[in-house]
């Protein structure tokens, strides 16, 4: 294996195990920043190592299990072995020969879910809103802090500072790594349901890199909305946020080609979808509803999915009821993506000039000024409309504000078509 083919498996393999190092070694440190740093340690140590001695048959195994010697030392040279043995109720006749396997059986001791517990600990109410979010997606979705700020519409700056500042505020605190109760516990779902959304968009449409879709962070945001739901079974937004997730899910073999090629939802191939995931989502999307909660932003997206799902053809989708859903969406929760998607659900359901008008009503919008989506959709309603010159200008500006090389390749194409005076197909 080359070195360049080493560094990017390396790469792949840090984005699926670095949660659960960090969460295995905040279980044994008490310090979410100190165990982020032990987990880099673990990182770097792979870069040195794998491009001479080859990736490991179990890679994953293989930085866990640097990173407890790692977080032996450590714990070691800030004398915290009598504490943390204390905390684990060891009588120890010596401690230095003991310490070693104690510490290994601890980091090895899966007590309930750590990545969960990972999430409400970077939730805690100590953290501003913005601040607990960015963190866990850092910490739990392993996402730069530059993938962050995409997702957030904010300068990367800002998303650096607010990971730095909520480490340090978490260790000022001595806030617990466990899982809250009671009353606390639904006063920190929203955030929490909060975060896993946007995990679970990250691996949906990876705002960077060179692939469309990052499975392992759908699955991660998937299992732990399924947790979430298991641990409190009547907050029907839980349900609501499963059901998206399962519904969205269940079109990710039609969503690439075998080439990796991003494929569109109304022309992807339905009989990929994956129906269980479809009956899974339904189901939950009914169980909110009988909660009372049909009226919640997840409950209400994930509606919006069931239509698609629904839909054995694209041109059997119910598109006034979308744009109905959008406006109670829009409401609910008042964002201007949403008005994005509603503006492109109207021009399904009325024609591409209903659509653009909704769409030019929102280009002096700040908070989409950077975002690549609005130019995207404005190319397509402008080539439906045969305005093909301006399509092809809006297509290169989407383009050029992308970081995923599939999605900027799609929408280059598209460019050059409308340039040559042909609609585009895709």
Known sequence: ??????????????????????????????????????????????????????????????????????????????????????????????????????????????????????????????????????????????????????????????????????????AEAKV????????????????????????????????AGDDWLRPALCDDALRLGRILVGLMPNEPEAHGLVALMEIQSSRSRARVLPNGEPVLLLEQDRARWDQLLIRRGLTALRRAEQLGGSSGPYALQAAIAACHARARRAEDTDWERIVRLYDSLAQRTPSPVVDLNRAVAISMARGPAAGLTAVDRLLGEPKLKGYHLLPSVRGDLLAKLARLPEAAAEFERAASLTRNARERELLLERARSCAAGVRPTR
């Open 1 to 170: 294996m080359t070195a360049t083919n080493t560094h990017r498996a390396i790469d792949a393999v840090w984005r699926i195990e670095s949660a659960k190092l960090i969460a295995g070694l905040t279980r044994i440190v008490r310090d979410v920043g100190l165990a982020e740093d032990l987990a880099q340690d673990a990182l770097v140590a792979a870069l040195e190592k794998w491009p001479e001695q080859g990736v490991p048959a179990n890679p994953g195994a293989w930085l866990m299990a640097t990173a407890k010697h790692r977080a032996i030392d450590a714990l070691r040279r800030n004398s915290l072995l009598d504490r943390k043995h204390e905390q684990l109720g060891h009588e120890l006749e010596s401690k230095q020969e003991s310490a070693v396997p104690d510490l290994h059986e601890a980091l090895d001791d899966d007590i309930g879910d750590d990545l969960l517990r990972l999430v409400f600990m970077a939730c805690h109410p100590v953290l501003s809103t913005d601040a607990r979010v960015a963190l866990t997606l850092r910490l739990l979705g392993g996402l730069t802090t530059d993938e962050i700020a995409r997702a957030f519409l904010v300068p990367e700056a800002t998303v650096a500072q607010r990971i730095v500042r909520a480490k340090k505020t978490l």
């Open 176 to 207: 617990p790594f466990e899982v809250p109760r009671g009353d606390e516990l639904t006063a920190r779902l929203d955030s929490v349901l909060g975060v896993i959304y946007l995990i679970f968009n990250e691996g949906y449409s990876a705002t």
